[in-house]
């Protein structure tokens, strides 16, 4: 089994920053794409940033010059730098990992449980 366990979410003030991790574990070979996921309340789940292992980067246009993406491989961890907050980022941010957890096996999907960011005005 693999778990996904994010942290760093919370309250800050527009044009504040937060910086949100999240690490997996478990029976791992390699994880080719780490993302970060926004869901508001009554939206669907959509793409903020994600990062294949090689270091490929997409950005939603929406936090384009102010989100940075980046990873640890050797920690199999994924990292979200957000700055220059506004009130429309506030969301549950979840995690998400394509996993391998063998050298000829599937990859598979496995998500983190969200945390909480909340931007006021």
């Known amino acids: 089994q693999v778990q996904l366990v994010e942290s760093g979410g919370g309250l800050v003030q527009a044009g504040g920053s937060l910086n949100l991790s999240c690490t997996a574990s478990g029976t791992i070979f390699n994880i080719n794409v780490m993302g970060w996921y926004h869901q508001g309340p009554g939206n669907p789940r959509e793409l903020v940033a994600s990062?294949?292992?090689?270091?490929?980067?997409t950005y939603a246009d929406s936090v384009k010059g102010r989100f940075t993406i980046s990873r640890d491989n050797a920690k199999n961890t994924v990292y979200l730098q957000m700055n220059s907050l506004k009130p429309e980022d506030t969301a549950v941010y979840y995690c998400?990992?394509?996993?391998?957890?063998?050298?000829?096996?599937?990859?598979?999907?496995?998500w983190g449980q969200g945390t909480q960011v909340t931007v006021s005005s």
């Open positions: 990062i294949t292992f090689s270091g490929m980067i």
């Open positions: 998400k990992a394509d996993v391998k957890r063998s050298r000829f096996g599937l990859v598979t999907q496995y």
